[in-house]
C-alpha cells in the first residue's frame, strides 16, 4: 500500500510509486502532482475539467501543462493498493465502492462531448469504439482509497472513446480477479469467490440484463487485448514490461487465464444473471 494521506506537507519531490506506464517519473510537489504528460493531455485536462463541471469529485484537477512535456495535477489524498494486493483493497466492500464509482464517472462522462480530431491511444481501447471517454485502466494501482472505500480515479493516460461496458470489463478483470487460480495467487488474497464477485460488481454498476449476458464475451475481448498491449511493449524494448513478463511465467500465463476464460464463461454467466 502506498499510503499518501500525508499528515504534514511532503517534501519536494517526493516520488510516486505504482503502475508501470511511467514507473519513477511521477513527483509530488506538495499540493501538486507533476508526471509525464500523455499526448492526449489538452484533451484529457478539458474532459478533466468537465467531470468537475458535471459533478464528479472523484479525479484529479489538472493545473498546467510544463515547457518540458510534463503535466501538473492536484495530488488526491488516500491510499494506493500495490501487488500482492492486499486484504484490505479485495473486501466486497471495497469492490462494491469501485464500481459505485465508475457508474458514477460513466454518468457525468455520458454527458461530455468527445474532442474531435484527438488521436486518442488504441492500445487498451474499445475495438467497437464509442461515444463516451472511457478510462480503460481501472487497476488497484489507479483508484485512490479512503476508510476502505474508492474515492477517485487517477491516471487517465490511456483513456479513449468506447462502450461503458468495455470499461467495466476491464474493471473486472483487475478487481474480480478475473484470473486462472495459479495466476491469481501471485496477485491477490487466497479464497475469493471470483463468481460472487463478477456479480457484486455487475450490482454495484447496475448493468442491465443484457449488459450481463454480454459481459463475459466483452471480458474475453478485453483480455485479448491487454495481451497485445503487453507484446507490443515487449517488442518496442520496453523494460518494465519485459521483466513483469518473465517474472510472470511468460507468455504461458497468458494462455492459461484466456483458456480459464473460456471454460469458465458458462459459470460467469449465470453468476451474472442469476
Known sequence: MIDVTAEGEAAEGEALVGGMMNSGAVVRHGALVERPAPGTARALHAHLLALEEHGFDGAPTPVRLTADGREQLTFIPGDVALPPFPHWVMTETALTSVGDLLRRLHEASAS??????????????????????????????????????????????????????????????????????????????????????????????????????????????ATASCRAFVADRVADGDPVYIQALAERDGWQRWDRVQGWLVAHRATLTAALLG
Not at 481501447?125 to 485512490?144: I, K
Not at 487517465?156 to 486462472?180: E, H, I
Not at 463468481?195 to 475481448?221: C, F, H, N, T
Open 112 to 221: 461530455i462531448a468527445v474532442a474531435p480530431r484527438v488521436e486518442w491511444p488504441r492500445s487498451l481501447a474499445d475495438p467497437e469504439g464509442g461515444t463516451m471517454l472511457c478510462h480503460n485502466d481501472v487497476c488497484p494501482e489507479n483508484v485512490v482509497f479512503r476508510d476502505g472505500r474508492a474515492a477517485a480515479l487517477i491516471d487517465f493516460d490511456l483513456a479513449a472513446p468506447g462502450r461503458p461496458l468495455w470499461d467495466v470489463a476491464m474493471t473486472a478483470r483487475y478487481w474480480v480477479p478475473l484470473l486462472d487460480p495459479a495466476s491469481a495467487a501471485a496477485f491477490c488474497p487466497a479464497g475469493l469467490d471470483v463468481p460472487k464477485r463478477l456479480r457484486i460488481l455487475a450490482d454495484s454498476y447496475g448493468l442491465s440484463p443484457q449488459e450481463r449476458a454480454e459481459l463475459p464475451a466483452v471480458i474475453e475481448q
